[in-house]
């Protein structure tokens, strides 16, 4: 119950191109947009799915031999800390990331390179883009879609890049093919920071029913979020 209470009001909003409502940011509100397309629909026809395609820069969608579960998710919400706290060395530290992340057990493999213990396992890509790269021309394609979902709020000062592969089966069945998160931080005053993370996901399979099927999907997948966020607002600030 504690932690239910701790948890910040959440809205679902209806499309991926939700304008963000700073009322709601500054009770601590969390907005987010979530869609799980099944493997015999038309994703290219979904709205969401037409934004966020270029995340996958490796063309997994396209050239996949069978027809994938697409994942697309978006999420905004607001930190008291300043946007100067996300630098290219504490998100890719190690020890930052399984504070933020209980229970994961990530591990440095090489520089920029990691794996995550917590079922189903996977390894994973960072890549920290600052000022400079943001504003160099031409613009990532996958780049210019994310920032053009949230106009309004301007040029972020930092975006993350995680590229999530090599899932572990899960009960001898094969989970996801490829997951991209794209972590925008956009100064808001000083201590203040707005964040935006948009999400695709390629699945190969979906949990049976008894496991909860699909709802256990949106289940993980908020609750993850929702967790993420409340870690990061207790971290602590140097």
């Known amino acids: 119950m504690a932690e239910e209470e701790a948890r910040p009001p959440v809205r679902r909003e209806e499309r991926i191109t939700f304008e963000v409502d700073a009322t709601l940011q500054e009770r601590g509100g969390v907005q987010y947009f979530y869609e799980l397309i099944d493997q015999d629909q038309d994703a290219l026809a979904r709205e969401s799915f037409a934004k ?16 994938l579960y697409v994942l697309v998710s978006r999420i905004v919400y607001t930190l008291d800390k300043d946007v100067a706290f996300f630098t290219a060395e504490r998100v890719r530290d190690e020890a930052y990331m399984n504070t933020i992340l209980p229970g994961a057990d990530i591990r440095r493999k090489a520089p920029g390179q990691y794996t995550v213990a917590k079922t189903p396992a996977n390894s994973f890509t960072v890549r920290y883009l600052g000022r400079e790269a943001l504003t160099a021309t ?50 808001l005053a000083r201590g203040r ?46």
């Open 193 to 238: 920071t707005r964040v935006a993370v948009c999400t695709m996901s390629l699945l190969y399979n979906l949990p049976p029913f008894f496991l909860g099927g699909r709802q256990r999907v949106h289940d993980e997948a908020l609750g993850g979020a929702l967790t993420l966020i409340q870690a990061l607002r207790a971290y602590p600030v140097d």
């Open 138 to 187: 031409p613009r990532d394609a996958a780049l210019e879609r994310v920032l053009s979902l949230a106009p309004e709020l301007g040029l972020p000062d930092s975006v993350v890049v995680q590229e999530n592969f090599d899932f572990a089966r899960v009960m001898g069945a094969r989970t996801s093919a490829l997951s991209v998160t794209w972590t925008a931080h956009y100064p």
């Open 52 to 67: 966020l395609q270029p995340l996958d820069a490796r063309g997994r969608w396209a050239g996949s031999k069978e027809p």
